[in-house]
């Protein structure tokens, strides 16, 4: 039986887990578009926050990371000190890219002289969520480089016997097959995405803002739940994601029950049935100084033959 210890797969010259870390870009940077497109704004703007975010997450993993080696290892434990910019052979913290990356596009929102200005709420629940799948693809990465993984899995075990050869084969490391943990995070993260992107988002059905709190809650309670399970277990990460848990249960109730919304609101019916209008219906948070409705302009160019209904809740 081969050991996979410390082999990193590769696709001609191209290290699988780079490839992983690209394509989980491209796919949070396309979901986020779908939505920034429905709210009518500027590629321009999506651009420039593009131009931001993703160095900045590269940099903000990659020192987290090099600080939790610090305070393990009491130095750099992967060889030369140098090898600490080798990015490609691994070790990002996804903790340290969101918090690196969403301060930096805060502060651009906030301080942009743009005219056409960026709700900073509708920006937080459009962005955070997309994270999700760029997380999911990332995750096989960590399955290409190895790493990531649980404790010993006993080969008498449900979980052993259920999983496909190929991950069973590559999860044999350090003389033992170990727990898949980047299979376990990736398929939570997975259904978290359906979740809070393409119902909750899809459908508005929460307030501005909610469902980015929610997905730093989310990932706060998995992480949380699953780094004492991973072999390298790092207290670094626990404390980062109870901090998750507190920051996002605080801005869940914040932006759900507390911040007053300045917004006219319009039920959208996604079907012309009557008996649907319970079930499937689109909420739509237009800003009360927008004379045009910008929004349900754009909303009907994507669904034709729409029911709107005032649904008179512009502050709660």
């Not at 998750?244 to 932006?255: E, R």
């Amino acid at each position: 039986m081969k050991d996979y210890a410390g082999i990193s797969l590769q696709v001609g010259p191209f290290y699988v887990y780079s490839l992983t870390m690209m394509l989980g870009m491209l796919a949070s940077i396309l979901t986020v578009y779908y939505f920034w497109r429905r709210e009518k704004y500027s590629f321009e703007q999506l651009a420039i926050l593009i131009f931001i975010a993703l160095p900045t997450a590269i940099i903000g993993a990659r020192f987290v990371f090099v600080i939790q080696q610090l305070i393990e290892y009491k130095g750099w434990a992967n060889g030369p000190w140098y090898k600490m910019f080798y990015v490609w052979e691994g070790g990002l913290s996804i903790h340290g890219g969101v918090i690196t990356a969403t301060i930096c596009c805060v502060i651009y929102i906030i301080f942009s002289k743009n005219p056409k200005r960026i709700d900073l709420k509708k920006a937080f629940s459009i962005i955070l969520p997309a994270v999700l799948i760029g997380q999911v693809i990332g995750r096989w990465g960590n399955f290409a480089n190895h790493e990531v993984y649980g404790q010993v899995m006993s080969e008498n075990s449900l979980a052993f016997k259920l999983l496909p050869k190929l991950i069973r084969d590559h999860m044999y490391i350090n003389g033992n097959y170990r727990m898949p943990l980047f299979l376990y995070e990736s398929i939570a993260n997975f259904f978290s995405y359906i979740i809070l992107v393409w119902i909750l988002n899809n459908y508005n059905w929460l307030k501005p803002g909610t469902t980015g709190g929610l997905y730093i809650l989310f990932y706060g309670i998995l992480r949380f739940g699953m780094e004492p399970l991973r072999e390298d277990s790092y207290n670094i990460y626990k404390v980062i994601s109870a901090l998750y848990i507190i920051v996002g249960l605080l801005l869940t109730v914040i932006f759900e029950f507390v911040v007053k919304l300045n917004y006219n609101v319009y039920k959208v019916y996604k079907y012309n049935k009557e008996w649907t209008h319970k079930f499937f219906y689109f909420i739509v948070y237009e800003p009360k100084n927008n004379k045009k409705r910008l929004f349900k302009s754009s909303f009907n160019a994507l669904q034709k033959n729409d029911e709107k209904e005032n649904i008179n809740v512009s502050t709660s």
